[in-house]
């Protein structure tokens, strides 16, 4: 079936720890790929976003994330993290050729330990 | 704030109840966007409209489910008849959809709770 996959459900950090969290899609095609973050409270923000070009994009607050096609895999990266980067972070993937939905993971909650 | 607004933003309501839910999307975008999100679950497609014609439906909206964008602004999500199933946030996206390069700009959300 088609799907996003986020494979860490719950991450924590201490403050400083670089991050890494995983998002695997199984759709064919082209697409486009997100992350999304939550803030408690929050909605949901773009954190970035990859359409073409270079397969390293960069986002809001330090975030980068890696588009690796052969891989189906968009993860997404930072060097250090702070305590207000807790926050759910969601994986989403939009089918180039239908671009009609968003398909997103089930989210990976981040607490980050001062 | 010219962000995408959802009202109201928390509704209780009794099992059987009719609810509805508004949406106004950012002003010039015209793709709207419903999405369902429950405990520990990414946002999950409902529906979504470009301008005022509803173009595709999830297999998620039963037949109690009811969504409109009459003149292509504004949208309601009506549910009928709810089911303590229904309970979930509610969350309405818009779109400006030129190509096909688009992103999703998400509203607070409306969580609803049948009691």
């Known amino acids: 079936a088609q799907s996003v996959s986020q494979h860490n459900h719950h991450v924590i950090l201490s403050e400083a720890a670089s991050l890494e969290l995983g998002c695997n899609y199984s759709y064919g095609g082209t697409v486009n790929l997100f992350w999304y973050v939550q803030y408690p409270g929050q909605h949901l923000q773009l954190l970035l976003k990859?359409?073409?070009?270079?397969?390293l994009v960069k986002g809001i607050k330090g975030f980068e994330a890696e588009f690796i096609k052969s891989k189906f895999s968009f993860n997404l990266r930072k060097p250090s993290v702070q305590w207000s980067d807790t926050a759910e972070y969601f994986c989403a993937v939009n089918v180039r050729n239908t671009g009609n939905q968003f398909y997103f993971g089930t989210g990976t909650s981040l607490t980050v330990i001062p | 704030d010219t962000g995408v607004s959802q009202d109201p933003r928390h509704k209780i309501t009794k099992r059987g109840q009719n609810v509805t839910f508004r949406c106004d999307p950012i002003?010039?975008?015209?793709?709207l966007y419903w999405y369902r999100q429950t405990l520990g679950q990414g946002p999950e497609f409902l529906t979504y409209f470009q301008n005022e014609a509803q173009l595709e439906k999830s297999r998620l909206l039963s037949d109690r489910f009811s969504a409109e964008r009459p003149k292509g602004s504004f949208s309601t999500l009506e549910i009928q008849r709810t089911e303590q199933g229904d309970s979930a946030m509610y969350l309405c996206?818009?779109?400006?959809?030129?190509?096909?390069?688009?992103?999703?700009?998400f509203g607070q959300g409306t969580r609803l709770t049948v009691v």
């Open positions: 996206a818009s779109s400006f959809h030129i190509d096909r390069n688009t992103e999703a700009f």
């Open positions: 002003s010039e975008h015209n793709r």
């Open positions: 990859y359409f073409s070009g270079d397969p």
